[in-house]
T-cell receptor, first 109, second 114 residues
Framework: AQRVTQPEKLLSVFKGAPVELKCNYS??????LFWYVQYSRQRLQLLLR??SRESIKGFTADLNKGETSFHLKKPFAQEEDSAMYYC???????????FGAGTILRVKS | ETGVTQSPTHLIKTRGQQVTLRCSSQ?????VSWYQQALGQGPQFIFQ???????GRGNFPPRFSGLQFPNYSSELNVNALELDDSALYLC?????????????FGPGTRLLVL
């Protein structure tokens, strides 16, 4: 069964502090993994995907196949990073998404 | 370029009724996916349409059905509404249905079943 687990419902950090949003997945094959973000009053949008190995808005995520994890990291949090973050996977062969329950990130000044 | 649009934005129905939700895909996109997002949860995949054919279905009963039209817009129909169907329904479109194709989400339709 395909499953994405985000263990934290809420993560609260101070501005300038490092951020790590945790994501673990279970899937028997090699999925594609994503982080989606939803800012206040905006629609859900793609933040980054593991296959691109890119850094978006200072965020990076490394796929660890041994630990089946895809944690999202940023060295210095900004207030504008406050949002809901969803980790998601696409099973091999298509682009349907399996989402985790999401983590609210609050960056305090 | 017009983004994904959904209608209506909100609606209220009573148990046992039927509802139709609509989605217009982004220009040039031939694939539409529907998701249900209950309060406090992540979106759950309902089904996907690719070039007017169903292309995969999640763990939802047959009373959830859909259509995709020649212009690639789509409808989600839910029959015999239950209280647990109360949720935000999201539509997403993509250029194709292959792995790696980014899904672009609409603003959602919030359905309340009383």
């Amino acid at each position: 069964a395909q499953r994405v687990t985000q263990p934290e419902k809420l993560l609260s950090v101070f501005k300038g502090a490092p951020v790590e949003l945790k994501c673990n997945y279970s899937y028997s094959g090699s999925p594609e993994l994503f982080w989606y973000v939803q800012y206040s009053r905006q629609r859900l949008q793609l933040l980054l995907r593991h296959i691109s190995r890119e850094s978006i808005k200072g965020f990076t995520a490394d796929l660890n196949k041994g630990e089946t994890s895809f944690h999202l990291k940023k060295p210095f949090a900004q207030e504008e990073d406050s949002a809901m973050y969803y980790c998601a996977l696409s099973p091999w062969g298509g682009n349907k998404l399996v989402f985790g329950a999401g983590t609210i990130l609050r960056v305090k000044s | 370029e017009t983004g994904v649009t959904q209608s209506p934005t909100h609606l209220i129905k009573t148990r046992g009724q039927q509802v139709t939700l609509r989605c217009s895909s982004q220009s040039g996109h031939n694939t539409v996916s529907w998701y249900q997002q209950a309060l406090g949860q992540g979106p759950q995949f309902i089904f996907q349409y690719y070039r007017e054919e169903e292309n995969g279905r999640g763990n939802f009963p047959p009373r959830f059905s859909g259509l995709q039209f020649p212009n690639y817009s789509s409808e989600l129909n839910v029959n015999a509404l239950e209280l647990d169907d109360s949720a935000l329904y999201l539509c997403a479109s993509s250029l194709a249905a292959q792995i790696g194709e980014t899904q672009y989400f609409g603003p959602g339709t919030r359905l309340l079943v009383l």
